[in-house]
């Protein structure tokens, strides 16, 4: 164990992690960060309250759907294209569609068609989005480790600020305000991207086919066993912890200490994530992932807590815990993939292991109502306690995660 969390000595002089670049992506994924945080609420209580239940889950799932879909296809163009041009695109095309929805919310109340297909459409852009975000970081930060942690840090700083600011502005404005504010985002974001100075990365000579290029992107997956090997171990977290948790914690915790003690948990789920952000920066372990896989031994605590019925004090210390072992976690396995896999193929690799990590979520979030309708929602939770304590046991346990050694 000893070895597993030794650390490599630090270089007396770091390089600069607030270069022009960096600072302009910090702000870029800062904005776009917050827009995606508030529109979950937004979603849920404007759409809600005009279409129902079945209109809210209409409208989020004609986003995952394209999403999954079409997100190895965004790997592939941001090899070919650059990520930074796809970024860009893929924000251009989210501003017009919240753009039309503010209107059309402003204006008085939009059909669900009209919903859907701004939905179905968003969905499409992140999947173009989203594989450039880890590709991105290598060409603006000559730490990625830094960059990653000071990044996950922005991100739970919006996570929780985002649903607070879309209910105030529902509560004070409605929805068109909101979806104004969305689009906003995007713009800024594009702007942000534009205004990088990075290299144009490299492309491959001959010809190809996006089929060649998608195979090219599952060989390089395929042959890097650590890779895939930690991707089919969290298919069965997503499916069995990551998916259930927010439907089933939500209900537990409100329905036994109040919707507010849900709220405070949630809070200290964000500063968890917070410290655990800041631990990344600094601590650089030898072998990042099998740290990352003993840090991970502390997100038991989150649904052992709410399974356990605790009061909200020690409540909210599980889910502290729990969120500084999935930030740390998270920040190793970000800066292993940026440095273990070569610039021209970074972007599809990424969008290989999103696909397969989003899956198994999607799986959990369309069962857990079924399964909780004939298992007690707390068995459930014991459940997924059990699955996470074997999900770390197995990144531990399997040599090309244990050995693969920081860059």
């Not at 005009?50 to 209109?55: H, N």
């Not at 209910?167 to 991207?193: E, H, I, N, P």
Request: proline fraction near 6%.
């Amino acid at each position: 164990m000893t070895a597993i969390l030794d650390r490599e000595d630090a270089p007396s002089a770091p390089p600069t992690l607030w270069t022009r670049d960096f600072s302009f992506y910090f702000a870029a994924r800062v904005v776009s960060l917050l827009g995606d945080a508030m529109m979950p609420v937004a979603t849920a209580l404007a759409v809600g309250a005009v279409y129902g239940v079945s209109g809210v889950g209409y409208v989020l799932a004609v986003w995952t759907a394209p999403f999954v879909l079409f997100v190895l296809f965004g790997g592939v163009f941001s090899d070919r294209f650059g990520a930074r041009a796809m970024m860009v695109g893929a924000d251009l095309v989210r501003i017009v569609t919240q753009g039309v929805l503010a209107v059309a919310f402003l204006t008085g109340t939009p059909p669900l068609w009209l919903l859907i297909v701004a939905s179905a459409l968003s969905g499409t852009a992140a999947a173009m989005f989203q594989p450039g975000v880890n590709g991105m970081v290598p060409l603006v930060a000559k730490d990625p480790q830094r960059a990653n942690g000071t990044l996950k840090i922005a991100d739970a700083a919006t996570q929780l600020g985002g649903p607070v600011l879309a209910g105030l502005l529902m509560a004070l404005t409605g929805a068109g305000a909101v979806y104004a504010l969305d689009a906003a985002t995007f713009l800024v974001s594009g702007l942000c991207l534009v205004l990088i100075r990075v290299a144009p990365g490299a492309r491959t000579g001959g010809s190809s086919t996006v089929l060649l290029d998608l195979r090219r992107g599952w060989v390089e997956f395929r042959s890097r066993s650590w890779m895939w090997s930690v991707i089919l171990v969290w298919v069965f977290f997503g499916m069995f912890v990551f998916g259930p948790y927010i439907p089933l914690g939500s209900r537990l915790i409100g329905d036994r200490l109040g919707e507010a003690a849900y709220g405070w948990a949630m809070a200290a789920l964000g500063a968890g994530t917070v410290i655990g952000g800041l631990v990344a920066i600094r601590f650089r372990p030898v072998r990042p992932l099998a740290a990352g896989a003993v840090a991970m031994i502390g997100f038991i605590c989150i649904p052992l807590s709410v399974a356990l019925e605790l009061p909200l004090p020690p409540l909210m210390a599980g889910h502290l815990l729990g969120g500084a072992s999935w930030a740390f976690w998270s920040v190793m396995w970000s800066t292993s993939v940026q440095t273990q896999v070569a610039p021209d193929v970074l972007n599809r690799v990424t969008a290989y292991e999103v696909a397969g990590s989003v899956s198994g979520v999607a799986v959990g979030q369309a069962l857990v109502g079924p399964v909780s309708s004939v298992v007690e929602p707390r068995d459930l939770l014991f459940v997924s306690t059990g699955v996470t304590a074997a999900v770390c046991a197995a990144l531990l346990l399997i040599p090309p995660i244990r050995r693969l050694r920081r860059v």
